[in-house]
Every structure is written in structure tokens, then in C-alpha cells.
């Protein structure tokens, strides 16, 4: 399968860090972030990768190269202005897609993976490809994992009941978590967003919550979202003294 890593955003909670650095290279742990879900992703076998990127894209392109260095194939969809989620999505499908003659690293259709590249998270990638292929067998449109929520974020984003995302807030067996920035989508959900326009995901999503189309699992590891200086050096810190880097 694929997947795609997000890393247009312009990192505005980690300014000054971001006015000369994208998000996704700042260094945790003495690599950047996107470099410990391409290992991730490549050690779960998954390598076909598609990474956007908008402010200060270029640097990304220079330190990640085609990917090979990683094990992993990775193609670039550039934006000129950040696209929001389903926006730089629906920009990337080509990418996602194989090729008219056959080619690429599914068929036609297949569900994709989509990761934020600014969290950090013990999540298990080889479940994605378990998950994609229950994806294409049900005709779900997603597949969404969720976490505890964060104290950030209180409130949570979904409720989760029996593995499936539901938009009642009624049933008391229901859970509500936060949506961890780790899917599995459909290609049809992004086909009516015209290339190259900015488009949220979140609407995309809860009308298909509402017709009961969005299956989802309860990530209980290791989560962080990195939004902020503190949280970057707190979890750099974690990291060096778990793996003794100095």
C-alpha cells in the first residue's frame, strides 16, 4: 500500500523554530520527526511514501531525497500555499494512484494511508495494511485511529463504539477520543475536491460518520502531538535518555 505523510503545515505554534526549519525536520530524539515514521512505515514493509510540503518544502525534498537511503520510494507533491488535509490529499492523488499503464504500488482504487508528520506515536504501521484491505472488503469510506485525549484537547474529536466511529453522543457505551492524525482513506472521498484547492477534512469525514461509513480502532501506546516548543524538547529529552543519545 501507500501512504502519505502530511508536512505543509507552517508550524506557527513552533515559531521561531519554523522560520527557518519545516516542522517535520526539527529533531527529536536526534532525528527528525517524518524520519521516525519513514522508518516506521519501511520496518512495517510499507515504502511506496508521498510526502507534501509547502513552507520551506525545498529543505524537506534535500534532506530526504528519493527516500532510498531510508529503504523506502518516496515522491513529493509540492503546494504553493498549504492546502489543509483533505486539500493537499486530493492534490496528491495522482501520486496515490498507479499510473494509467498499470503501474505503482496498488490497484486501482485502493485505500491509502495518511499520517501527520508532526506527531510522535508507538502505533503499530502494520496494521494499516490489515486495515486497508478490511477497508476495501466493508466499502467504508475510512478507517481512523483514535487516542486518549490529550490534556490539550480535552473534549476529544469522535465517539468509538465497537470499532466504529459514530456521531451519537447519546449512546452512553460510546467513547469519545481524539482523532491521533493516523487514517486510512478511500480514494473516492477526495475525487469531487478540485486540485489544487484548499479543503478541511473534518467535514469530509463527519458526513461519513453520518451514514455510518467510518470503521475505527483505540490506540492506547505512547502518543504526542509535537505543536509546541516545550513538547518538542520534553519529548526530545524522553527520547535521548530511552535510547541514551547525548
Known amino acids: 500500500m501507500i501512504a502519505m505523510l502530511l508536512a505543509a503545515g507552517r508550524g506557527e505554534r513552533m515559531r521561531p523554530l519554523t522560520d527557518h526549519t519545516p516542522k517535520p525536520l526539527l529533531e527529536v530524539g536526534g532525528k527528525p520527526l517524518i524520519v521516525w515514521h519513514i522508518e516506521n512505515l519501511v520496518r512495517a514493509g510499507i515504502v511506496d511514501l508521498v510526502i507534501n510540503h509547502a513552507h520551506l518544502g525545498a529543505q524537506i525534498e534535500q534532506t530526504l531525497g ?22 493537499g490529499i486530493a492534490n496528491a492523488l495522482p501520486l496515490l494512484l498507479p499510473s494509467p499503464g498499470g503501474g505503482g504500488a496498488g490497484g486501482e482504487g485502493e485505500p491509502f494511508a495518511v499520517i501527520n508528520s508532526d506527531i510522535f506515536c508507538d502505533y503499530d504501521f502494520t496494521k494499516l495494511t490489515e486495515h486497508a484491505i478490511a477497508l476495501q472488503a466493508s466499502g467504508d469510506a475510512a478507517h481512523l485511529v483514535l487516542i486518549d485525549n490529550p490534556p490539550h484537547h480535552p473534549n476529544g474529536d469522535f465517539h468509538l463504539q465497537n470499532n466504529r466511529i459514530t456521531s451519537s453522543i447519546l449512546d452512553p457505551q460510546s467513547s469519545i477520543l481524539t482523532f491521533s492524525g493516523i487514517g486510512i482513506y478511500q480514494p473516492a472521498l477526495f475525487a469531487a475536491i478540485v486540485r489544487g484547492s484548499k479543503a478541511p477534512l473534518a467535514p469530509l469525514l463527519r458526513a461519513q460518520i453520518a451514514l455510518g461509513k467510518v470503521s475505527g480502532e483505540h490506540h492506547g501506546g505512547r502518543w504526542v502531538d509535537v505543536g509546541t516548543p516545550q513538547r518538542l524538547a520534553e519529548l526530545d529529552s524522553q527520547l535521548r535518555t530511552q535510547h541514551n543519545t547525548p
Do not use: N, V, W
Open 66 to 87: 528519493d527516500g532510498s537511503r531510508f529503504g523506502a520510494r518516496i515522491q513529493y507533491s509540492p503546494e504553493a500555499s498549504a492546502l489543509e488535509t483533505a486539500g
